[in-house]
């Protein structure tokens, strides 16, 4: 399906960072929803680079919504919504760029479009088609709250940095959603971004972890195969720019872990079956068993950093050096939270449609 | 689509670990490709439990094709084969398990299935249900070998002890292919055994990490958005009942490097593209670019171990307390390493096949 | 997708006509739904050839039911059932047939297949293939039946004549599940089975017209693009061997119609809408309006007659004649009719599965 | 996939008639395709209403691109087009029109939609959506002749008269592809659109039959099960709005036809196989055979009329009158035929790229 995700609540985007628009088409979404245009912009705001750790390229992103909402209601057709670039230099347009960015899509992308795909600015490749992806996640995040269902998102690590564990999820969730840096100890995200700032100072760029819980969701949803509820948050996550991994719950540490320790104990508490630990990160057999879903990635550093590189020239196929000028993100992981927030909405209100019908995201039930 | 995987190539599975048969439907792939039914077995061999480290359930995975086979070649049209399920108790039939196993899917699956579910011996999310997705994936990775395509694994980390890193891939996949328990230094590999051995006699279990290697895909296959061979091999990773992470080329890593050493450099060598380093593990941009496609995933120690542990009953919604008897497999990350070479080479038929067409797996030509 | 149809309840088959076994794979329908061995049963009969208007072959269609039934009750997982083939002379296996018959799949699936496709008695292409499909549709409307949805086809024409127009809705169809050889006008069936006996006399073949209808679907169901009703019922019938047009409601009458003509009048009915006609056959802008679905498919004459005909050799690629022998169908309308009703049972199943959620099949609340 | 059509080419389409703007995201299409605005133009230019046989609503659908293509070429991402609505009068939006209209979608898609649809116009099931998928079809159109495929469409039927049947195709495509209205007899032209006058008149409306021949196609393409060749096309096209039915070939005329009428011969000419007849319409098996592609389908009488209705109001639950105003369409056969070119462009680009790969739709070869 390409540049669309989903089964029942489908997502395509679309756009390149130099062109007119980027913008996303949401299907599926039950009628009535409410369409928040300053939830939109409050996360759009979250994405927008800001201050001196991010690219000076500062858009307002007046996103327009052009279909699927009337009165600020979902209509239950498609909703298209485009976000103008602007800030552009269109006096890139002539040059295609050949001399291939390392660890860029520049020479794969070569290899599967033959020169053909929109080389300025990245493209379609270029973390500015997040903005779509933003913008339509938050109105699914936003009608997962009405139904009692939060996501959040920390920088867990950066720059070789630690924040603080999640402590009450509930409380955590709503604390990051209205921080710009997205950190539970703000001496850590201090810490951060002085080190960001430092290592572009060298001309250099850092990475990150990132640790999204979600609470709230209803038990029963999931596929043991091959829908699971990691496959889908995976494909979702692993297509977002920059990511390299994933694991859910104690993921990678429970490789050192015995069957003793990591399995999680079950309890009953005020008539609800709640789990003593969460190393399953709220899944089990594919299917959420009613505790939190948590799960981290890994984002690789910014792979546009200002040194020498040796890389080659696909018009010729010969070795070539590239000694970049101007100003980018020096990392982007405290960005891309907001990304991975908006992308684990797409992915949830589509498996709960799919599991409880084109309605309940809209029903008045809880779960 | 749940039970079913892929766009162009799928595979739909089906089965419980106590019913008749487990088994899978292949469609899509490219009439002619020849079915091997020695290799078909020998990976079923790689995958079923061995040894005192294993499960002493012993089947002989006899499977069968009931289609889409004819002189041992490929139609073109579904590839259906089913492997019955001997050794089966089938007294069990009549009770209704309803204490949860902590950490298995017992609880989860009632949620949704609300106890219907096949719960004899772990029904359709029992481990046995993958020799269906090994034997299916086994006809794929023939295949893709006849293009030049090998994929292999090790364990690279089991109980705390590490297996060495990849040296030469080619080298190193032909090794592995051939081992029962696969690691490239086989001293780590006995104090592995031994060690789920010291595990199995504490009644405990143990899990571990995997490493695959793929060579010779060629460059340009997958996409920016939303199937990226990271999202597709993801996704199907994330299936495997166990796997809880993935991560691609330095993986979790990337979050503590500068771009200046995470970036990999290209040059020229023999007139084609190489990278110098592979820290982005074959795939820019979601598309590979010509390098080996490197990923390994996490194993959680086997939930069934034998000590007693607090939970529920579903039935009652009470607390009670699971003391289980009898023997299981104290580790499944050896076994399962066939089952993520198998499934890699059903995600890797199904983009080739998108983006080559569907008799390209059959055609001379090598990338 | 191929041999899959559907999005939340899906069917995947498989199986050539002299291969081991033809079957199908259903995944999706909600757990704790009765499969009724006895139900299947018939509807195989309904498709079995029978008396002397049909092929002498004869199978008993012994079908197996090898995985996600438990109890008599589907589990939620993929229900895979198989139908040995039986009465297959394994002496034809060595020659490939490359005359190709006019009319039949055989040159268009040379093109394909290069070749390797099973040329055994039309191998997947076969309408043996359609048992499986009637089979998977046979646990589908024993379902929909609980729900109190309805199906039922009759032959509306063959060989020139007509039979009447469907009356009381409820009590035809109830009459017709019933009958081996399904019109609401016994008359005209007597008279429709002597032409198929005169043509057969000739050695040559007839077509019809089957009419289906279907009651009790809610409404509120399908979508405006491009699942619509009529879209995916189109997607599947059409799909069928020899079907050649459908059409809804008044279907290619409504050309020559006005729309004063053609609208149909609404009413209210104890407290319901109803049309005062159904020109438009259930069906408003791809949506279910509560109105029965009527919708009426073409079946071509079978294509296997005995008289030479002027044909190609493909391995060849010469003029060649071709001059049966041996015996088959004169026709295959009355055959294919529960082949219809299995049919449209998988698609209402998906609509009504991701309208109302994965459970709703088997939820007590009628519409 | 609801408003999405496709599995390697796909197109989404979204909208509504009174909204801001309708449009299309095409996905999939091979890259350094020419996208030729003046094509697209004309292509609209045929689609949109003119003269006094059509509804006054008279707009320029300035369409705009605003992804996925760059210097006029195809870039391989998605392609985004949005055509503004103009000609809109706000001041409807307020009142939400409850007294449905006999045979659109008013009653149904309430149902769907619990009152939140946009009603304005037909909001999301008006006819103008149509226009979106026009522009998006051009594109694959214009791509299907640079290799060889050309598809053209007529009024076959209208208000009772008949076009003549098509001759050389080639000849009659190009012709149709420039005419207003759509015929191959410019005098059965005449008479057609006098009669839709005579009906408007009368406040009536009236319906017909389009024919599409389809010439170029390769031979091998299309699949056994479910995805014919007949069902993707029926998919598609039982989902434009008024249509009711799709026939192939001699369609519903088989139902009378004996086999040894039916079969269609084949020879050898020019070293190629050719059929004598083409009762099948191009399709065998469900997979192509070379022959042109040829189908008709139904268009129903416009139900908006200028008569007084029995209806109800769905806000109330009682019986109604409809008496309307205004001036519509008395016919949308003669315009929707552009609709059907563009929509199976769409669809025969997604099997050929499925078929042989994403890059054939711009590669040199020939069939």
Redesign the interface.
Known sequence: ?????G??V?V?????SH?????A?I??LA??IKVDDQYIAHMLTLRRPAGKISTPRREQDNF?????V?NG????????L?IPNENVKSGDYSQMKTV?R????????N????????S?GG???SGR?TAALVAAGAICKFALEQKGIFIGTHVK????IADRDFGDLIQDITCLNEKPFAVLDDEAGLQMQEAILA?ANQG??????LETAITGMP??????????V???L??????I?A??????????D???????????????ED?K?V??TN???G????????MPIIFRT????????F?Q????D?ST???AVLDPKGRHDPAIVHRARIVQDAAAAIVLCDMLA???????LNSPERR
Not at 283 to 290: K, L, M, P, S
Not at 298 to 305: A, C, D, E, H, Q
Not at 354 to 360: E, N, V
């Open positions: 399906m390409k540049n669309t995700f089964s029942s489908t395509t985007i679309f756009g390149e062109g007119d628009s980027i913008g088409v299907d599926g009628p009535g327009r919504i052009i279909s699927g009337v209601l979902t209509t239950g057709t498609p909703i298209t485009i291939a390392p660890s860029h899509a520049d020479y794969s992308a290899c599967k479009y033959h020169g053909f795909q929109d300025r493209g379609h490749f088609i690590r950066c720059a070789g290592a250099d760029s850092v990475g990150g972890v038990e029963g949803v999931g596929e043991p195969w091959f829908d699971t990691e496959s889908l995976s494909h979702m996550m692993l297509s720019p990511v390299k991994g994933i694991e859910f719950g104690a993921g990678f429970l490789a050192d872990m015995r069957g003793s320790e990591a399995n999680d104990p079950l309890r009953m008539g079956v789990a003593t190393n399953n990160g899944v089990n057999g594919g299917i959420t068993n009613g890994v984002v690789k550093p910014t792979p546009t950093i040194k590189q040796k890389t080659i696909f196929m010969t070795d799919l599991r409880f019908g084109t309605d309940w």
